[in-house]
Nanobody, 120 residues
Framework: QVQLVESGGGLVQPGGSLRLSCAAS????????MRWYRQAPGKQRELVAG???????NYADSVKGRFTISRDNAKNTVFLQMNSLKPEDTAVYYC??????????????WGQGTQVTVSS
């Protein structure tokens, strides 16, 4: 079994910062890409940022220059540093990871989501 557990969400004023964390645990052989998605009320889930196992990153245009994704491979953890937050960043943020549980078995895993609310 593999679990992804997120933390770090909350309420912040516009212009503020938050740091999300997502730790993977369980039967893990290796982790490939790790990503953050978000879903706002009434909208589809969208990719926010991703990082490969060797540290190559990509970002949605809406968060470039404000958000930074990083990972600690030793701790099977991915982070999302969010700065200059805007009300439109309000959403439930989900962690996603492509995980191999054996050398030949892999799957796509999701966290439970953490609420981020940007409001004055």
């Amino acid at each position: 079994q593999v679990q992804l557990v997120e933390s770090g969400g909350g309420l912040v004023q516009p212009g503020g910062s938050l740091r999300l964390s997502c730790a993977a645990s369980g039967r893990i052989f290796s982790i490939n890409a790790m990503r953050w998605y978000r879903q706002a009320p009434g909208k589809q889930r969208e990719l926010v940022a991703g990082v490969t196992s060797v540290g190559i990153t990509n970002y949605a245009d809406s968060v470039k220059g404000r958000f930074t994704i990083s990972r600690d491979n030793a701790k099977n953890t991915v982070f999302l540093q969010m700065n200059s937050l805007k009300p439109e960043d309000t959403a439930v943020y989900y962690c996603n990871a492509q995980i191999r549980t054996t050398a030949v078995s892999r799957g796509d895993y999701w966290g439970q989501g953490t609420q981020v609310t940007v409001s004055s």
